[in-house]
């Protein structure tokens, strides 16, 4: 949440006020990854080469990997720290705590 408060000249407050929100995840795929395996099969996020193996949730040893379709070879798709992402709701204007619009905050700003 962002809230910008301005003094205007005849006493009066006015504030700008926008609540935005981080839905940056922890991690992405990395665009850059590739990886070449012994058979000479080349992967990437995008080349559709690997195949996502996710055990029952029965099994004592629960743990997702991923391998070459071609061959069965592991592969490792590396991730990358994620883009800042946003959602970005709609201003409001506060004038005395009064909501205004934009056009007349526009004007006292102005
Ligand atoms: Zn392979």
Not at 23 to 44: L, M, N
Not at 100 to 108: F, G, R, S, V, Y
Request: hydrophobic share 30%; proline share 5%.
């Amino acid at each position: 949440m962002a809230t910008v408060t301005y003094r205007l000249k005849n006493g009066q407050t006015l504030s700008v006020v926008r609540n935005d929100y981080d839905i940056t995840p922890a991690t992405e795929a990395d665009p850059a990854w590739v990886f070449t395996d012994k058979k000479g099969h080349v992967h990437t996020w995008t080349s559709r080469t690997w195949i996502h193996y996710e055990p029952d949730e029965d099994v004592d040893d629960w743990t997702p990997y991923y391998y070459c379709s071609l061959c069965g070879e592991h592969v490792h798709p590396q991730t990358r720290a994620a883009q800042r992402q946003f959602i970005y709701s709609p201003t409001l204007y506060l004038l005395d705590g009064e909501s205004i619009t934009k056009e007349q905050a526009d004007a006292l700003l102005a």
